[in-house]
């Protein structure tokens, strides 16, 4: 009897280790899950917000959501670093980290070489 007893305790740890092992799984799941969402924003490096400040380039929720469109268009291309040009200035985004590197206002376009990029779009 006491055998019998053992053996149900060990099924019943078993059980419990089983159960809590799944929903630590699925709490990371989640947590990954979360963060490749928030992963899809695209995000701006130090350089490129204190270049943003400096220029005075004015960034709008509608704009940020026509860069981000621009990223998504080039990164289905296959682009890596893209020069995103439109009438506030130019944008250059690392495209798998989803990061703008750096900007420009339309005046310092004029006289500026890109260089280490393999696309553009066009705003």
Not at 13 to 30: D, I, N, Y
Not at 55 to 84: C, H, N, W, Y
Request: net charge neutral; aromatic share 4%; with cysteine.
């Amino acid at each position: 009897m006491i055998g019998k007893i053992n053996q149900y305790e060990d099924v019943r740890q078993l059980k419990l280790r089983s159960a809590t092992a799944v929903s630590e799984c699925a709490g990371s799941f989640s947590d990954v899950l979360n963060s490749q969402i928030g992963a899809d924003k695209l995000r701006f490096s130090k350089h490129a917000t204190e270049r943003v400040n400096q220029r005075g380039i004015e960034m709008t929720p509608s704009f940020l959501d026509d860069l981000q469109s621009a990223v998504e268009k080039a990164r289905l291309k296959g682009a890596k670093d893209v020069v995103i040009i439109s009438q506030r200035g130019a944008f250059i985004v690392n495209v798998p980290n989803n990061t703008v590197v750096t900007t420009m206002s339309q005046n310092e376009m004029k006289e500026n070489i890109f260089t280490n990029i393999d696309s553009a779009v066009l705003l």
